[in-house]
């Protein structure tokens, strides 16, 4: 291969290689993201999906890149001259008339053998499209291609070229009449038949290396093949990213031309952008007997009337020789490709198609990503947020169990400390209580009144005279009422005391004011009045001398008024012994309640202790988690940085073509 021809079929198929590398780049930096999703266990089934086609879309990648004219301008030649040479002669038919009869996809997938699939005309009776009846093999024609033989390549692809006899009415029912056209007018007043093309649509599986990268060719049939094909129209036009419009030298624009170029190009875009016009067999205009300067200047002038008509400008317009680039190709002929111009529109070709490709490919690519990358930022600051909220939380909780608990232990030691101080008042307290009770029982003792209740027995046996009698027995009365009076005034005195001991006990822990329950003895007191009335009474009415049986009688008397006063004695003893025990009973629970409740306080606050401790767990466990989830931003940042690196890095090695009309 020569200098030219490896810059010729070099150019496209180079730059090709370095769109394809940096696409793979791109993948490779995109599978790094999502790997390192799954890893973080960050992508939901969106963000997957999203991904998922982002990197379908990469690897499926297609750059496509359409031949468009009326029949014979040399489309199926310009194929063979750009991507086909290698094979030394046509791989596409060519010919006079015409040649190409259905839109015919150049493609390679590397799970098919080559081969050649064709889709009947008759399909166009029913109302699928191609691009459905793509997804249903059975319903094509599969012809196998040994890409080792040209002569068996030459030959299936001749099948691109064969029509079908039909009547009329079928032709008619499949849109494929054109009234206008004289050789079907003819055919059809012979026979009533007519030509059509015997398929619908072709699909060829090439190993091509640019095929192989992903490009796809799409070669047409002219006008009135392409005309009711919405295939064409729908589909494969708008989604080319090139589009080479080919007009002829020999037959200049004609209207059939323009009606192509109005009908199928022109609409396609806006800008000029992927859309090359081709004026092809400019060597028709090689007259021998013209010098180079005058065969250039004829050629200006045709692309100018060219650009003229098609109202583009004049460099849009690549004069070229596809047959003399095919012979130059094949036979190794520098000179007769410069000739031939097709250096420069493969130039243009490159320069137009792969950077407006890749632009493409990016632009939607940094869309895709930059969504899953926002969205993941967005998922993971928000999960931070929330882990900082929840720190903060706790930290706020922390701080106040801090306060509240040390508050806690402090009030609950000062209680405790209180409450062993009051526990010994406390049992101070009791103590004397104790001694108040002793004296209390040894006023109202038993053991004396029966001691006395003898004493006054004897006296009065000594006593003859009822003077004597009568005086032990107002002692009797005497003593009683004293020691009446003095329990009286223990009784009161317990009874100030404990209401103020209450009282404290309420004050100082907080107990429930409950009053002392009350005692008197009073009751008493007017019981042993009215037996001592009782007595004076006898005895105001009776002797002043006492005969032996009045002495008797006085005994009886007495005895039945001690037993009286012993009786009220026990009852007294009895209710002040339950009142004795009332008192101090409430002070005994109260006490037992409020060191049970200490003993729950501390239990408590340790509680709270250890859960602050549980706290300080949490908080720290969070903290990690929010150390990992900026982890995860930067991660994310980086490797995003390195997806948009890899996006942003240029594919072309960067020559800047010249446009030469
Ligand atoms: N002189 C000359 N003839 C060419 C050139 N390119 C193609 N031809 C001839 O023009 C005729 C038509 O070429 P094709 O490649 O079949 O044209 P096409 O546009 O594919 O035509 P259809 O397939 O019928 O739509 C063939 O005989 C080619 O040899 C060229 O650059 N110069
Ligand atoms: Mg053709």
């Known amino acids: 291969m020569n200098l030219a021809q490896s810059v010729m079929s070099g150019t496209l198929a180079t730059e090709f290689e370095h769109y394809s590398a940096w696409r793979n780049q791109v993948s490779k930096r995109i599978l790094r993201l999502r790997d390192w999703m799954n ?302 111009r097709m250096p420069q529109l493969e130039a243009a070709m490159t320069s137009e198609l792969i950077p407006y490709k890749q632009e493409l490919v990016r632009e939607s690519t940094t869309a895709g990503i930059e969504d899953v990358v926002v969205r993941t930022t967005e998922l993971i600051e928000a999960r931070l947020a929330n882990i900082q909220d929840q720190i903060e939380e706790l930290e706020n909780l922390r701080g106040k169990n801090k306060d509240v608990i040390s508050h806690m232990m402090v009030k609950a030691n000062q209680d405790k400390l209180n409450f062993d101080k009051g526990l010994a008042q406390f049992q101070a307290l009791r103590n004397v209580f104790s001694q108040h009770a002793q004296q209390l029982r040894t006023t109202l003792g038993m053991e004396a009144l029966r001691s006395h209740v003898h004493k006054t027995r004897v006296n009065m046996e000594k006593s003859y005279f009822t003077k004597g009698i009568r005086s032990a027995m107002k002692d009797f009365f005497l003593v009683i009422r004293e020691n009446m009076t003095r329990a009286a005034n223990q009784v009161e005195e317990i009874q100030v005391m404990m209401a103020a001991m209450y009282r404290k006990f309420s004050e100082d822990h907080g107990l429930a004011a409950v009053s002392p329950p009350v005692h008197s003895m009073l009751k008493f007191h007017k019981e042993i009045q009215r037996l001592e009335r009782k007595f004076d009474e006898r005895f105001n009415t009776v002797f002043h001398m006492i005969t032996q049986e009045q002495h008797l009688l006085t005994a009886r008397f007495f005895e039945t008024l001690a037993s009286e006063v012993v009786k009220t004695w026990e009852i007294a003893n009895r209710e002040t012994e339950n009142w004795m025990r009332a008192l101090m009973a409430p002070m005994d629970t109260q006490v037992r309640e409020h060191q049970s409740q200490l003993k729950r306080r501390l239990e408590s606050v340790k509680r709270i202790h250890e859960a602050t401790e549980t706290l300080d767990h949490r908080i720290q466990e969070l903290e990690a988690s929010s150390g990992a989830s900026a982890a995860q931003l930067e991660a994310l940042a980086y490797i995003n940085n390195q997806v948009i690196e890899a996006l942003n890095t240029p594919a072309q090695s960067g020559h800047a073509y010249a446009r030469s009309a």
């Open 39 to 340: 890893a973080q266990e960050l992508g939901d089934a969106e963000t997957e999906l999203r991904l998922k086609q982002l990197l379908d879309r990469l690897n499926e990648d297609r750059l496509n890149v359409a031949f468009v004219a009326e029949f014979s301008r040399g489309k199926s030649e310009l194929i063979n001259a750009i991507f086909f040479s290698d094979y030394q002669q046509r791989v596409l038919p060519s010919s006079a008339g015409r040649t190409t009869m259905c839109p015919t996809e150049l493609y390679y997938e590397e799970d098919s053998p080559p081969f050649i699939r064709l889709l009947p005309i008759e399909t166009k009776g029913s109302a699928e499209t191609v691009s459905d009846l793509k997804r249903r093999p059975d319903e094509w024609s599969e012809f196998p291609l040994d890409i080792d033989s040209v002569e068996q390549m030459a030959a299936a692809l001749q099948r691109l070229s064969e029509t079908t006899r039909v009547p009329a009415e079928t032709a008619r029912r499949f849109g494929l009449i054109d009234p206008s056209d004289e050789e079907t007018q003819r055919s059809l007043q012979r026979s009533g038949t007519v030509d059509i093309p015997r398929w619908r649509h072709a699909l060829i599986n090439f190993p091509h290396p640019l095929l192989k990268q992903g490009l796809v060719i799409l070669d047409t049939p002219g006008l009135n093949a392409i005309g009711t094909e919405p295939e064409l129209t729908l589909n494969l036009l708008p989604n080319a990213h090139a589009v080479l419009f080919i007009l002829a030298a020999d037959t200049g624009v004609t209207r059939s031309d323009i009606d192509i170029w109005r009908h199928f190009i022109s609409p396609l875009q806006g800008n000029s952008r992927g859309r090359l016009v081709v004026l092809n067999k400019i060597d028709g205009l090689w007259d021998e007997l013209k010098s180079p300067e005058q065969i250039d200047a004829e050629i200006n002038k045709q692309v100018k009337e060219t650009a003229d008509r098609l109202e583009i400008p004049v460099e849009h317009i690549y004069p070229v020789s596809a047959q003399k680039a095919l012979v130059a190709k094949v036979q190794k002929r520098d000179d007769l490709l410069q000739r031939s």
